[in-house]
């Protein structure tokens, strides 16, 4: 067995609790690491890599960072997406003889950071726990650095789970290894760095112990006790402390909102965009005029998860709508809410423990704003302010508590005084007495030295090594009096000495300063824990005022825009009157976003199948239709002339290709799983967005799913459904489904120029323009000239193959009754057959013993037919091979009667 160093041997012993973590183990002014954590962090970190002896041969790799300097590279680690587990020397060294006690005292995760810098301010961080019990998930979020904890229970069903985890976006999940594995391939793909911790220890004992004054603990479900559980569990174990600012469980049904996958919520843009992963050009970019880093949370999350409660989404609308005509309120309202900091982390670090004094006089400035606030909000007209304002706790009792006892500007740490104010504490003022005397003694001693040496350069001074000395410099060592001074430190220049009175004095000074920093520290911590007290006062004032926040944020933007109340109900149809792409119109140039009606009626419209060329704006629109719905429902007014919006109680939207590479899916593959979802979840209340349905596959097949989806959509589904396709041979759906309408963009042609108006019209479109677009695109001249070449021979190609063709099937099926047309369009899900027209049927109208049908028994040609691959063939190979088939056909018939007659 290896025999390390008893210091090794510690290290060890420790390491071994958290195998999955950088340990950081305090010696003396570093923390150190060792083994391969010590390779590792050199490389992340980009230290120097030194060795050690630690009782074998070979020197133990090691690697170490200044304690004052950790917290840096702390967050370096943290943000690569690593635990940093952090050992602390709990005795004193000059107090312990042999080796001195070390215990993690907290190991920070991506999920458990508390440090502001580490943070984005108006970012939440997420640690999500998910269980599963009873054919139920329980899915539990929790931001330890606001104190919010939200729950629910979702179905039986992994779906559900990922888009509560894409609504979220957590930096940590913890669950059982299977769960972990089962959503593993998604949070593959996020754009940031999710940890993923397997953990299942659940002690309900510290549930009902932390959660003991909640009033939604009793009503909770097992599902959601369990996942709560065993995130309170793993907290404890990782922060070593109680959570106190964890105050009060918020459980919601996950229908009490609108649900996006992760493609809509992609391909909408909502948070950030699709390409660069920036918030700039998203929707929350366009919306967010907030003041406050928790109003800038909470318009997140609103936009996240829309409301699908009518009552609350005119709540907000009132607001916004007296807000959005009241620019002097508005401004006002601004004005109180920009003096406000973070109360939400503020809180969350008082509670912790963490909080210094700049950050009460933070938390004191906050809440000096309040009166101006709830004054503005009460005048406001508005009743949902007003009502938001009657229960503000203005918390003036907080405010009175900081104001009396912390300096106006304090020092960063609180180990070094000069924090509390005079006149708060008597003893504190009699030190402060002492010790402001004792310096003026030092100050009149000083003088009096000078005056009995001569020496006009000599002056008292101290550090923390040697404390009070009188200096000297060496060309005026001659003067000095002899016997008076007693040596204590010779510098390069200068001689230091002490006497006999001032060394009793600096007992004196050095014992106040003591004293008076310890008892600041004490007074200092007594306070921090008086208002821990009421924290749960604080957090509510903190979500009220960021409510208020995100409502003028919400009223600029749609006063500066000229956005329009929507009218929001339960019903079915969607009426927009010039509605807008709200991104889209903010980049382009004013007055250049051509803007479209859109009207989806229960029985006239609920398919909107959108026909013409790449770049027409075809996506444009159909986003602007989903976005228009999601803007009416976090409570904000919309692009639009006029907006009549039902209640959505899902989008879906597939727009874009993209292979999904690590999972091994083709385009074509992605999108029908995307299709799959679609069809599976979708209600009538739905809304789904679906751009060139079809693509990815040969002609015939793409165009024969595209069909199948709508028909399926109109006729079981019944949502409110945009489809854009290329297919133009679609359009005669318009004829068999009573609810679908063709539309396209209009284009205006001159020659060969062409314009896109980006304007929706009725009908469908004669062009896909794609050629113009590769022009366009700066493909080569020679190319474009030669595509056009084969285009024009194409399409006469194809003209001679329909004509051919629709001769000899009406030859060949002359006097067929048997065909049937299509059923009139009905709402039933019984589409009409397809039936195929037969070419080599006798006609009917020969003699009974020539009445014999050659399809009914095999045929060469028959055969061959049923061989090809005619989506493939080019219109000239298809020109051919119907030509060999009716020399053959003329023949077989024509050998076939005689056979016959012979036998007659």
Request: aromatic fraction near 6%.
């Amino acid at each position: 067995m290896v025999q390390y160093t008893p210091m090794i041997q510690q290290y060890l012993d420790v390491k071994a609790e958290v195998p999955d973590a950088f340990l950081f183990f305090r010696l003396g002014d570093f923390y150190e690491m060792f083994f391969e954590d010590a390779l590792n962090a050199s490389r992340e970190l980009e230290i120097t890599l030194t060795g050690r002896a630690g009782g074998v041969e070979e020197r133990i790799p090691m690697c170490g960072v200044p304690y004052h300097a950790a917290e840096g590279y702390i967050a370096r680690l943290i943000e690569k997406g690593y635990k940093v587990a952090i050992c602390e020397q709990m005795e004193d060294p000059a107090d312990v003889k042999g080796m001195v006690r070390r215990e993690i005292v907290r190991i920070v995760t991506p999920g458990t950071v508390m440090d502001s810098k580490l943070l984005g301010e108006s970012l939440n961080n997420y640690i999500v726990s998910i269980v599963y019990s009873n054919a139920r998930y329980g899915f539990t979020a929790c931001d330890i650095s606001t104190g919010e904890l939200y729950t629910t229970h979702l179905e039986d069903s992994a779906e559900l789970v990922l888009d509560e985890l894409n609504a979220y976006n957590p930096a940590e999940i913890i669950a059982s290894e299977a769960l972990l594995k089962q959503i593993a391939p998604f949070t593959s793909t996020w754009s940031n760095k999710v940890v993923t911790t397997v953990y299942s220890e659940a002690d309900e004992h510290l549930l009902d112990e932390h959660f003991a004054a909640d009033a939604a603990l009793p009503t909770l479900q097992f599902v959601n006790r369990k996942g709560i559980a065993l995130l309170l569990t793993y907290l404890r174990e990782t922060q070593k402390r109680s959570l106190t600012h964890i105050k009060h469980i918020r459980f919601y049904e996950h229908d009490q909102y609108m649900t996006m996958d992760p493609f809509t919520r992609r391909n909408l843009e909502l948070v950030e965009t699709v390409r660069e992963r920036t918030k700039k050009g998203s929707l929350l970019w366009l919306l967010d005029q907030t003041v406050t880093a928790m109003g800038a949370r909470m318009l997140r999350r609103w936009i996240e998860k829309p409301l699908m409660n009518l009552s609350r989404i005119e709540e907000r609308l009132e607001a916004v709508d007296r807000l959005c005509h009241q620019l002097i309120i508005r401004e006002d309202l601004k004005l109180a809410l920009k003096e406000v900091y973070d109360l939400e982390r503020l809180v969350a670090r008082i509670s912790y423990g963490n909080a210094n004094a700049r950050d009460m006089n933070a938390l004191k400035h906050s809440l000096q704003q309040i009166p101006a606030l709830k004054d503005v909000c009460a005048n406001s007209g508005s009743v949902t302010l007003q009502k938001l304002v009657e229960d503000m706790d203005p918390c003036d009792d907080i405010l009175s508590w900081i104001a009396g006892s912390i300096e106006d500007e304090p020092p960063v740490s609180i180990r070094d005084g000069g924090i509390i104010r005079e006149g708060y504490h008597e003893y504190l003022d009699q030190l402060r007495e002492a010790n402001k005397n004792g310096k003026m003694w030092i100050a009149e001693l000083e003088r009096k030295e000078r005056e009995a040496s001569g020496i006009k350069s000599l002056k008292i001074g101290y550090n923390k090594v040697f404390g009070y000395f009188i200096e000297i410099t060496k060309a005026n060592m001659s003067a000095l009096p002899e016997g008076r001074y007693e040596r204590k430190q010779t510098l390069a220049n200068a001689e230091r000495y002490v006497t006999p009175e001032l060394k009793e004095k600096e007992a004196l000074i050095l014992e106040a300063q003591d004293k008076m920093v310890d008892l600041e520290y004490e007074l200092f911590t007594e306070l921090r824990d008086r208002i821990s007290g009421h924290i749960s006062r604080l957090q509510r004032l903190a979500e009220l005022i960021a409510a208020a926040d995100v409502l003028q944020s919400l009223a600029a933007v749609s006063a500066a825009h000229h956005y329009r109340r929507p009218q929001i109900g339960e019903g079915y149809d969607l009426m927009l009157e010039e509605g807008r792409h709200p991104v889209v119109e903010e980049v382009l140039k004013e007055g250049s976003f051509i803007a479209n009606e859109t009207s989806m009626e229960l029985e006239d419209g609920r398919i909107l199948l959108i026909t013409g060329p790449n770049m027409a704006g075809k996506s444009t629109y159909m986003r602007q239709v989903a976005v228009i719905c999601l803007m009416a429902q976090i409570g904000c007014f919309v692009p639009a002339r006029s907006a009549k919006v039902p209640i959505t109680d899902r989008i879906f939207t597939r727009i874009g290709a993209a292979d999904d590479l690590i999972g091994g899916q083709s385009t074509f593959m992605v999108e029908m799983m995307d299709i799959q979802v679609m069809t599976e979840k979708a209600t009538e209340r739905s809304l789904v967005i679906i751009d060139e349905l079809g693509r990815g596959t040969s002609t015939g097949e793409g165009m024969a799913i595209a069909q199948a989806v709508i028909e399926f959509l109109h006729d079981q589904v019944g949502c409110k459904t945009l489809v854009s396709t290329h297919f133009h041979e679609l359009a005669h759906l318009e004829e068999s489904l009573q609810y679908l309408r063709n539309h396209c963009m209009a284009v205006k042609e001159s020659g060969r120029q062409v314009t896109f108006l980006r304007k929706l019209i009725r009908g469908a479109a004669s062009s896909s323009y794609g050629i113009y677009c590769a022009e366009i695109a700066g493909l080569p001249q020679p190319i474009i000239q030669r595509s056009y070449e084969l285009l024009s021979a194409f399409e006469i190609q194809a003209k001679r193959f329909e004509t051919e063709a629709a001769s000899i099937a009406s030859k060949a099926a002359e006097g067929q009754s048997h065909y049937e047309a299509p059923h009139s369009p009905t709402k039933s899900s019984h589409r009409a057959p397809v039936v195929q027209l037969s070419l080599f049927e006798e006609d009917g109208s020969s003699s009974d013993k020539h009445k014999k049908k050659l399809d009914s028994k095999s045929h060469p040609i028959i055969d061959q037919l049923k061989g090809l691959d005619l989506i493939n063939m080019t219109p000239l190979q298809a020109l051919n091979l119907i030509y060999e088939m009716k020399q053959k056909l003329q023949g077989t018939t024509s050998s076939t009667i005689t056979s016959e007659e012979g036998r007659g």
